[in-house]
Every structure is written in C-alpha cells, then in structure tokens.
Nanobody, 126 residues
Framework: QVQLVESGGGLVQAGGSLRLSCAAS????????MGWFRQAPGKEREFVAA????????YYADFVKGRFTISRDNAKTTVYLQMNSLKPEDTAVYRC???????????????????WGQGTQVTVSS
C-alpha cells in the first residue's frame, strides 16, 4: 500500500508554469513506476506522463511533449510534474498514481496503476 498526496496546483495564466508534486509513503517507492493523469469536466481521464521506478525512462502524451517534464526523487519519495507553456486546455484535476507491477513497459492506461492521489486542481486562464 502507498499513500499519495499531490500539491502545487493553482491558477496560472496561459504561458505560465507550475510544478506539481506527489509525495508518497512507503519504503518501496523506488519499485513503482509513477504516472500523472488528468481529467477536465466533461472529459475522460487521460494519461499525461509516466516515469520508471529508477527514473531512467519517461513517457509522455503527445499533447504535452516539449512542455511537461516528469521526474522523481526516490530519496524523498516524491514525483514531480513540471508544466511549462501552459494552455487553457491543460485545465484539469491532475492526479498522480503508482504502478506496482515492477516490470513491463510504461503504461498509459489507468488499469496498471493501483494507487491514486486525491488530485490537485490546475486552472489555466487565457
């Protein structure tokens, strides 16, 4: 079991930046791949980014490539999502998640992620 708590969301103007943090509990954090998902009102939850347990591999949705960066600090049991050049369409609740499988390819589907944070609201104004 792992507990995840997101922070860092807020209101920002288009073109601005935010850094989201996801603090995790548990001693096995480094074994988990971590992902970020988002969901806007009236839309389905969508994959944003993922990072392997070691931090050596990352994967991004096409719509955030070049703008968002996922990273992790296993010593601090924290995963981050640096969001630059934000657009109004990035407005959503962002949730971090943990994939405890320990093997296999990076996953973009929510079924691979067993643990979820409560989410943090990101609002981008035009």
């Amino acid at each position: 079991q792992v507990q995840l708590v997101e922070s860092g969301g807020g209101l920002v103007q288009a073109g601005g930046s935010l850094r989201l943090s996801c603090a995790a509990s548990g001693r096995t954090f480094s074994r988990y791949a971590m992902g970020w998902f988002r969901q806007a009102p009236g839309k389905e939850r969508e994959f944003v980014a993922a990072i392997s347990g070691s931090g050596g591999t990352t994967y991004y949705a096409d719509f955030v490539k070049g703008r968002f960066t996922i990273s992790r600090d296993n010593a601090k049991t924290t995963v981050y999502l640096q969001m630059n050049s934000l657009k109004p369409e990035d407005t959503a609740v962002y949730r971090c998640s943990a994939d405890p499988r320990g093997s296999g390819p990076m996953s973009t589907n929510r079924g691979s992620y067993a643990f979820w944070g409560q989410g943090t609201q990101v609002t981008v104004s035009s």
